[in-house]
C-alpha cells in the first residue's frame, strides 16, 4: 500500500482551549485516571492472590480488568500531559499507533464481555456440565481468540486510515486520536471510509451489545426454574453485568454508529466510555459481588500482618 501522508504531526484541541478549565480537565482525568488503576490494579491482585476466586468467571474478570486498564492509559495519561499543555501535539505516527491501540483494548473489553455472558449462561442454564464446558484450558483458548480478534480489528482501523491521503490540514477537535476526526483531515473523499467503518465498529458495537442483551434476557428467564436463593445468587451477577454492558456499549454505539455526523456533544460522549466506564467496571463488580469483597478483605489483612512483622 502506497501511502500519501505530508502530515508530521497532529494538533489537538483538546476538550477546551480555556486555560481555567483546562485545570479542571487535568483535575478530573487525574482522579478518574487514578481511580480506575487503583480499582483495576486491585482486582487482578486480588484475583491471581486469591484460592477462592479460581471460577472461570473470575479469569474473565481478571482480563476485563486488565482491558480496562490498558484501554484508560491509551487515553487519560497524553490527555492530562496536554491539558497542561498550551498547544497539545500528537506525531502521526504516534496519532496511528494511538488509534490502534484504543481500538484493540476497547475491542478486547467488548469480547471479554461477550465471554462473560457465555459464562454465566452455561453456569445458570447448563450447570451439569459447567465444569466440562468452561475448563480452564477452553477459557484460555477463548480469551487467546479474543486477542486475535481484537487485533484484527485494530489493524483494519489502522489500514482505512493510511489508506486516505493526508496532505495539509492538522488539527483535530478532539481530545485523543481516533479514525471519525483523523478521517476530517483526509485531502479526498471519505464516504466509503465512513460505510467502512460503520461496518467494521460500528457492527461490533451494535451486534454485540444484540448479542449480549439477548443472552442476559435468555438467562435471567431460565431463572424461573431455580431456588429462591439461586436465583438471588445469579441475578446480583447478572444485573452487574448487564449494567457494565449498558454503559460501556451505549456510548459506543452512538459515536461509532453514525460516524459521518458529529455532535457538540460527542467529545463528553467519549469521556464517557473512555474513562468513565473502567473507572465504574471495578466499583459495580466489587460492591454487587460478596466473594470479591472478601477476597479483598483478606488481601488487606494479609498485607497488614506483613508489615506488621516487618
Same mark, same amino acid.
Given at each position: 500500500m502506497q501511502l500519501n501522508i505530508n502530515v508530521t504531526e497532529v494538533i489537538l484541541l483538546g476538550l477546551t482551549q480555556d486555560p481555567s478549565r483546562k485545570?479542571?480537565?487535568?483535575? /478530573?482525568?487525574?482522579?478518574?485516571? *487514578?481511580?480506575?488503576?487503583? =480499582? !483495576?490494579?486491585?482486582?487482578?491482585?486480588?484475583?491471581?492472590?486469591?484460592?477462592?476466586? =479460581?471460577?472461570? *468467571?473470575?479469569?474473565?474478570?481478571?482480563?476485563?480488568?486488565?482491558? #480496562?486498564?490498558?484501554?484508560? &492509559?491509551?487515553?487519560?495519561?497524553?490527555? /492530562?500531559?496536554?491539558?497542561?499543555?498550551?498547544e497539545a501535539t500528537i506525531s502521526f505516527t504516534e496519532c496511528i499507533i494511538q488509534i490502534f491501540t484504543f481500538h484493540f483494548f476497547g475491542c478486547l473489553e467488548i469480547f471479554i464481555l461477550i465471554l462473560m455472558a457465555v459464562d454465566r449462561y452455561v453456569a445458570i442454564c447448563k450447570p451439569?456440565?459447567? *465444569? &466440562? /464446558?468452561?475448563?480452564?484450558?477452553v477459557c484460555g483458548v477463548l480469551v487467546a481468540i479474543a486477542w486475535v480478534g481484537s487485533c484484527v480489528?485494530?489493524?483494519?482501523?489502522?489500514?482505512?486510515?493510511?489508506?486516505?491521503?493526508? @496532505? =495539509?490540514?492538522?488539527?483535530? #477537535?478532539?481530545?485523543? @486520536?481516533?479514525?471519525?476526526?483523523?478521517?476530517?483531515?483526509? @485531502?479526498? #473523499?471519505?464516504?466509503?471510509?465512513?460505510?467502512?467503518?460503520?461496518s !467494521?465498529? =460500528?457492527?461490533? @458495537?451494535?451486534?454485540?451489545?444484540?448479542?449480549? *442483551?439477548?443472552?442476559y434476557v435468555i438467562i435471567l428467564h431460565s431463572l424461573r426454574n431455580h431456588s429462591a436463593e439461586g436465583r438471588r445468587k445469579a441475578l446480583s451477577t447478572c444485573v452487574s453485568h448487564i449494567i457494565?454492558?449498558?454503559?460501556?456499549f451505549g456510548p459506543c454505539i452512538f459515536i461509532y454508529t453514525c460516524p459521518a455526523t458529529t455532535f457538540p456533544m460527542d467529545k463528553m460522549i467519549s469521556i464517557f466510555y473512555s474513562i468513565g466506564t473502567p473507572l465504574l467496571n471495578p466499583l459495580i463488580y466489587t460492591l454487587r459481588n460478596a466473594e470479591v469483597k472478601n477476597a479483598m478483605k483478606k488481601l488487606w489483612i494479609k498485607k497488614a500482618v506483613s508489615d506488621d512483622k516487618k
Open positions: 485545570n479542571i480537565v487535568f483535575a /478530573i482525568f487525574l482522579l478518574f485516571y *487514578m481511580g480506575t488503576l487503583l =480499582g !483495576n490494579l486491585l482486582i487482578i491482585a486480588t484475583i491471581k492472590t486469591s484460592q477462592t476466586l =479460581g471460577s472461570p *468467571m473470575y479469569f474473565f474478570l481478571f482480563y476485563l480488568s486488565l482491558s #480496562d486498564t490498558c484501554f484508560s &492509559t491509551t487515553v487519560a495519561p497524553r490527555t /492530562i500531559v496536554d491539558s497542561l499543555q498550551k451439569l456440565h459447567y *465444569m &466440562t /464446558i468452561m475448563r480452564r484450558r480489528h485494530s489493524l483494519v482501523q489502522i489500514f482505512l486510515a493510511l489508506s486516505l491521503p493526508f @496532505c =495539509g490540514p492538522n488539527v483535530i #477537535d478532539h481530545y485523543f @486520536c481516533d479514525l471519525q476526526p483523523l478521517l476530517k483531515l483526509a @485531502c479526498s #473523499d471519505t464516504y466509503l471510509i465512513n460505510l467502512l467503518l460503520v !467494521n465498529s =460500528g457492527a461490533i @458495537c451494535t451486534v454485540s451489545f444484540l448479542v449480549l *442483551m439477548l443472552s457494565v454492558v449498558i454503559l460501556f
